[in-house]
């Protein structure tokens, strides 16, 4: 552990679970045990929990607002 609390991941560890430099890690407090977990690329919805604040509270709004959004998108 350093000074600003950084600590160095084995090299056996990071290979064996894929981790590379830019991966999230997710860090989940078990009591005295910390767990660092893998996050996938792709983003879990409990992941966004809060960032739709000032968006419409009615499910159906909501979806409106998303369709508006996904049309001005390229694919």
Do not use: H
């Amino acid at each position: 552990m350093t000074r600003k609390f950084q600590v160095t991941i084995p090299k056996s560890v990071r290979e064996k679970i894929g981790i590379k430099m830019g991966d999230n890690l997710k860090v989940v407090d078990k009591g005295e045990l910390i767990v660092l977990k893998k996050m996938d690329k792709r983003r879990n919805l409990l992941d966004l929990a809060g960032c739709w604040r000032g968006y419409p509270e009615n499910p159906e709004e909501l979806i409106e607002e998303l369709r508006k959004l996904w049309s001005t998108w390229k694919v």
